[in-house]
């Protein structure tokens, strides 16, 4: 008993210290001419736990042996934590020669250390919970032995149902574009031993069936001590919307790129048409009505018109094709675009849209381009007819509504559904691709083109489809600031009188130049021509104070390596501030052709223009 290096206290049964070793000595700090005799509980714990001790001693006292852990109190007031093993020896039937021994073993450090490693492990999960991605951790059998908060949202399974489940049944992956299940994590990082990343694609199916873009790694948990692998801890995240956001912009730069070579080729393109369709104008006044070719330059003219609705639809997705806005309500635009289209078919169109629909700052001829192209596209869907619904909606949250995060937050929402055949899944992804198409007679450029507009208009637009179940594209605008309705006001009534004057032609296209000649001299104007701004200036100041000055300027808007007519008519206007000017160009969207009088331009016509319509510009300005 001396030799022990454990406690070793013999108590009688008023708990009197009869018996105390040299390792009591040690650990305790007393000498056994300190404690022999005295009471065990007055000495070695504090006030406070004298009532809990006397009830242990109580359930101790008489019993052949007993386990107990509790503090006791050093000489100097540091507290001990002793593991006590308690035996009971007995004298015979006389009460007061009984003892109980108790052996105790300092775990003062095991203890701490314990506590340690337990607060340690509280602050891991604590940490583990509160982090936004999802974490599951399993042991090298590959099964669950705890999950986050957010693992527990995106699977679908809570940590309690969850636990002892192999990973494969609570965290269920495929590629989301084959359907094909994806590989094991736990499987592979066990066998390489290595961090790894999940594969690209992936998608998380939920215990509902939801299913969610993630990423990203699995790793391996190693022991510190040995660096033996105890299992495998899992981190994704949810990156759906993140997805949507890097799609939509990458269609927006590819649509941008396709625009700047689109942009180039309709302005070239217009000058091309406005020399056709006005030689064909020119030819038909010099025939009489009854003349055979009459019929085929008025086809012709019809041709080259057609022509310039497919180079417009260019121009509307290039950096010319800026949508002008107007503060206004969309409703009667989307009613009179979808009649229009719908006007002689079998589909019955419906409408569900609220009379107190937000206004929107829009472009109304883009934006009816957009409800003509979508409901085009439903009424081909259904050549056996059908029916489409044309719903609008206001919507106060955008965030809520569609999860994205946007500038603005009141939107409208326009939705158009068919019950048409559907779009195949393979093709969701392509359908705003420029000159994408599944129509044998397609131009694959009206989506594109509706997806420019919706973009340049800070809207978005989304598509829902399956093949059998029909059709539908959702559109989402930024309602106006100011919800104050403007009236678009009376259409200029072009005067009955033909007046007579001094025309100025700048263009660069010398044929533009010798038709505008032609056309202006047939109602009898004198034609003067430049071929740039700066020519243009020169003519106009040499003419000014004659006896014949320039009554009105025809200025093409871009001059290739020039001065275009947006620079020379400011030089114009300070020679003389009553100088009336006519805009023209291929470029029919660029905001100076709508804007014309901000720029001090009387008049705009965009090319490619016919006779009748140059004609009546002229006489306007010219009052």
Sequence with gaps: MENAKAIIVGLDKDHIIRI???GAEQITGYTKEEVIGKDWFKIFFPKEMLDEMNKVWKDSWGVKSHSYINPIL?????????????TGIYDGDDVSKHLLLSIGEDITDRKQAEEQLQNEREKLFVTLRSIGDGVI??????????????????????????AGRPLSEVFHIINEKTGVPGENPVTKVLKIGKIIGLANHTALIARDGTQRSIADSAAPIHSSAQ???????????????????EEELLKIKKLESVGVLAGGIAHDFNNILTAILGNISL????????????????EAEKASLRAKDLTQ??????????????TTSITQVITDSADFVLHGSNVLCRYAIPEDLWLVDIDTGQMSQVIQNLVINARHAMPEGGEINISGENIADITK??????????YIKITIADTGGGIPEKYLDKIFDPYFSTKQQGSGLGLAVTHSIINKHDGHIFVRSKSGEGTTFIIYLPAAAEQISRDAGAEAQAPEKTARGTILVMDDEEMIQNLAKAMLSRFGH???????????IVIFQEHQGSDNPVDVIIMDLTIPGGMGGKEAIKEILKIDPEAKAIVSSGYANDPVMANYRQYGFKASIGKPFKMAQLKETIDAVLG
């Design 313 to 326: 639809q260019l121009l509307t997705f290039s950096k010319g094709g800026d949508p002008v806005r107007e």
């Design 401 to 410: 509504e569609t999860g994205l995060s946007l500038p603005e937050e009141k």
């Design 137 to 162: 951790t399993t042991d090298t059998d590959g099964r669950v032995t705890f999950m986050n908060g957010i693992a527990e949202e995106l699977t679908g399974w809570s940590q309690g149902e969850a």
């Design 227 to 245: 660096g033996k692998i105890l299992g495998v801890v899992l981190v994704f995240r949810d990156v759906t919307d993140k997805k949507k956001r």
């Design 20 to 22: 105390f070793n040299r």
């Design 526 to 536: 004198e034609v003067l021509q430049a071929k740039d701004g700066r020519e243009a």
């Design 283 to 298: 030819a038909d006044m010099y025939i009489e009505k009854e003349n055979k070719a009459h019929l085929r330059l008025k």
């Design 74 to 86: 050093s000489k100097t007031g540091e507290e001990k934590i002793v593991s006590w093993q308690m």
